[in-house]
């Protein structure tokens, strides 16, 4: 699959891209081996508080092959270039609303979220909004939309009235956007079940380099030692172990963060 120069242009506009359908004839095997994750853990979801476990498709391996989807992997390396880098991802049950924020904000490098929602979802049953361009480094102390949070003290309006695009989807259709995108989602069920993959554009420079240890710095709050399974690293073709081989090279901090985070956490972080 390769997106047009049209869908990149809108994602670097906009700072997301929407693409209907791209999981559709793999939809079935993928929402079995997302239940099977979350079985496997033996986690019990009882719709109190979101439930999440890091990285997600690594956990099974049927379920890694997912990164080697022509689909996803063609819309990776159209939005990212053809050297991306994996850094795993989450699966979760959601529970009720996600207040407006962005995954970090990085003006180093560039970050993309892949998200899969395995329900229908629309504007007010918990699909994603966001708002468009708010990824953009230049605007980021130009714009106040940035400040979504703050929705009540600076324009009167709750959080879920903030102007924004809803991005309504079927299960089989995949969300991207960039990690700096203001996104959140309003009215969704106890048991709204997402998950993501996290990427970045192969780090060139010491620069790039030192954010995307910091990134990796943060898994430490999931307490994992490593970014991806073994299993995705062992099952791994030629082909995907060029998405793996720069984080192997540049996550030896975790450890030490994941064993200080367990020492400071109740349990591991829920997002
Ligand atoms: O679907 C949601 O509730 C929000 C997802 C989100 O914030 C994220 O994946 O970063």
Not at 35 to 48: P, T
Not at 159 to 186: I, K, T, Y
Not at 190 to 200: S, W
Request: net charge negative; proline share 4%; charged share 25%.
């Amino acid at each position: 699959m390769e997106l047009s120069p049209e869908q990149r242009n809108f994602y670097n506009t906009f700072g997301y891209l929407v693409l209907p359908g791209l999981l559709r004839e793999a939809i079935g095997w993928v929402t079995d081996e997302f239940e099977a994750v979350f079985s496997d853990r033996g986690v019990q979801h009882d719709g109190s508080r979101r439930s999440v476990i890091v990285p997600f498709i690594d956990q099974r391996e049927r379920f890694c092959t997912l990164l080697d989807h022509p689909g996803v992997d063609g819309l990776i390396r159209g939005l990212l270039d053809e050297e991306y880098n994996y850094l795993g991802g989450d699966g979760n049950f959601y529970t009720g609303d996600t207040r407006w924020h962005s995954d970090g904000f990085h003006t180093i490098g560039h970050y993309l979220k892949v998200a899969f929602y395995l329900d229908p979802v629309a504007k007010d049953s918990g699909c994603l909004r966001v708002i468009p361009g708010s990824h953009r480094v230049d605007l980021y102390d130009k714009w106040d939309a940035r400040k979504a949070r703050e929705s009540e003290n600076l324009w009167g309006i709750s959080q879920n009235q903030v102007p924004s695009v809803a991005l309504e989807s079927q299960p089989g259709d995949v969300v991207a956007f960039n990690h700096n995108l203001m996104h959140a989602a309003f009215g969704g069920s106890t048991r709204r079940r997402m998950f993501t993959i996290n990427c970045c554009a192969r780090c060139e420079s010491d620069t790039e380099i030192q954010e995307m240890e910091n990134f990796i710095a943060g898994g430490a709050r999931f307490w994992i030692d490593q970014v991806h399974s073994e299993v995705m690293r062992r099952t791994a073709s030629p082909q995907r172990m060029r998405h793996l081989r720069q984080v192997i090279q540049h996550e030896g901090h975790l450890p030490a963060l994941a064993a200080k985070a367990r020492t400071e956490m109740a349990e591991p972080a829920r997002g």
